[in-house]
């Protein structure tokens, strides 16, 4: 049961929001958030790990990575997967689990997350009660299973998944895809996400890439939420199809700088985001190897610090 407050609570300061502006930001910036430890997301090199995983760790770690966000531990214990990943001096500071997932048992995912030693509990995508079209790829299958009454439930859901974190010394934070800013029953899910839950419960973990892929400017998101935003995925996308609230025809995403992300833009509103870690991701298909690429997407940050 859904409390009928919670789902009035806030809805006159969204209501007017349209997500094409930006907020003017009063606060002045909190600092540069490149100049944090670079870090990536390991499904990026999800094969890579799989046939070597220390190797592929100490090669991440030559690029100049020092933070890694977990993508499931690799099939060892995760005392031994944090164990070895520290080896290869890199640092767990995050890791990822489905909503899907969560909702059946949070409790397990949080005790291993607290053994590997992560900071950042994040949950990776939604949970939907139709199942996936087999005609479409995952992205559009999973925006189409979702309706209005799951993003709530998956809400409210985090809000207890969040608070359960927290006691044990984890921030929970949600991870977007570019179905949470689509629009369900005229309402926009990302939206009802930020009203339905606690600030002080749920962060937010902002997939530029896939905001783009919305046809949304990521820049202009973190400067409408800035103070929910504590975790960035640094991705790229080829396309320059931008139409609002719209998955794009062309989901590629490429390595940073060689897209259509303005990142002069984005890493300015970032720097009035309490942003705690960012992780560069790319996804699959890659047309070199994605070890050379997920190295000259650090170069190019490093040039624009």
Same mark, same amino acid.
């Given at each position: 049961?859904?409390?009928?407050?919670?789902?009035?609570?806030?809805?006159?300061?969204?209501?007017?929001?349209?997500?094409?502006?930006?907020?003017?930001?009063?606060?002045?910036?909190?600092?540069?958030?490149?100049?944090?430890?670079?870090?990536?997301?390991?499904?990026?090199?999800?094969?890579?790990?799989?046939?070597?995983?220390?190797?592929?760790?100490?090669?991440?770690?030559?690029?100049? #990575?020092?933070?890694?966000?977990?993508?499931?531990?690799?099939?060892?214990?995760?005392?031994?997967?944090?164990?070895?990943?520290?080896?290869?001096?890199?640092?767990?500071?995050?890791?990822?689990?489905?909503?899907?997932?969560?909702?059946?048992? #949070?409790?397990?995912?949080?005790?291993?997350?607290?053994?590997?030693?992560?900071?950042?509990?994040?949950?990776?995508?939604?949970?939907?009660?139709?199942?996936?079209?087999?005609?479409?790829?995952?992205?559009?299958?999973?925006?189409?299973?979702?309706?209005?009454?799951?993003?709530?439930?998956?809400?409210?859901?985090?809000?207890?998944? %969040?608070?359960?974190?927290?006691?044990?010394?984890?921030?929970?934070?949600?991870?977007?895809?570019?179905?949470?800013?689509?629009?369900?029953?005229?309402?926009?899910?990302?939206?009802?996400?930020?009203?339905?839950?606690?600030?002080?419960?749920?962060?937010?973990?902002?997939?530029?890439?896939?905001?783009?892929?919305?046809?949304?400017?990521?820049?202009?998101?973190?400067?409408?939420?800035?103070?929910?935003?504590?975790?960035?995925?640094?991705?790229?996308?080829?396309?320059?199809?931008?139409?609002?609230?719209?998955?794009?025809?062309?989901?590629?995403?490429?390595?940073?700088?060689? %897209?259509?992300?303005?990142?002069?833009?984005?890493?300015?509103?970032?720097?009035?985001?309490?942003?705690?870690?960012?992780?560069?991701?790319?996804?699959?298909?890659?047309?070199?190897?994605?070890?050379?690429?997920?190295?000259?997407?650090?170069?190019?940050?490093?040039?624009?610090?």
């Amino acid at each position: 049961m859904i409390d009928r407050r919670s789902l009035l609570r806030g809805s006159a300061a969204l209501a007017g929001m349209t997500m094409v502006g930006p907020r003017p930001l009063s606060a002045e910036p909190l600092g540069n958030p490149l100049a944090l430890p670079p870090g990536f997301q390991m499904w990026a090199v999800q094969d890579e790990l799989a046939r070597d995983f220390d190797g592929t760790l100490m090669r991440m770690h030559a690029l100049g #990575y020092r933070r890694i966000e977990a993508a499931g531990w690799q099939d060892l214990a995760p005392e031994d997967f944090g164990a070895r990943v520290r080896a290869a001096g890199l640092d767990p500071v995050s890791c990822h689990f489905s909503m899907r997932d969560l909702m059946e048992e #949070y409790q397990p995912k949080l005790d291993q997350a607290q053994a590997v030693g992560v900071r950042h509990f994040v949950a990776s995508s939604p949970s939907s009660r139709a199942a996936f079209d087999p005609a479409l790829d995952w992205i559009r299958a999973s925006a189409a299973a979702m309706t209005l009454a799951d993003w709530r439930e998956n809400a409210l859901r985090m809000n207890e998944i %969040g608070a359960a974190a927290k006691a044990m010394g984890m921030r929970f934070a949600y991870h977007n895809h570019p179905a949470e800013f689509l629009r369900y029953d005229g309402v926009l899910a990302f939206h009802e996400l930020l009203r339905l839950t606690d600030p002080a419960l749920v962060a937010f973990e902002l997939d530029l890439g896939w905001v783009a892929a919305a046809g949304l400017d990521p820049a202009e998101v973190i400067d409408h939420h800035a103070e929910r935003i504590e975790l960035l995925h640094i991705k790229d996308i080829a396309t320059a199809q931008r139409t609002p609230h719209t998955i794009a025809d062309d989901l590629t995403t490429v390595h940073i700088g060689s %897209g259509t992300i303005d990142w002069q833009a984005v890493l300015a509103a970032a720097r009035r985001a309490p942003i705690a870690s960012w992780f560069v991701e790319q996804e699959a298909p890659f047309t070199r190897p994605v070890i050379d690429q997920m190295g000259e997407s650090l170069a190019f940050l490093r040039e624009v610090i």
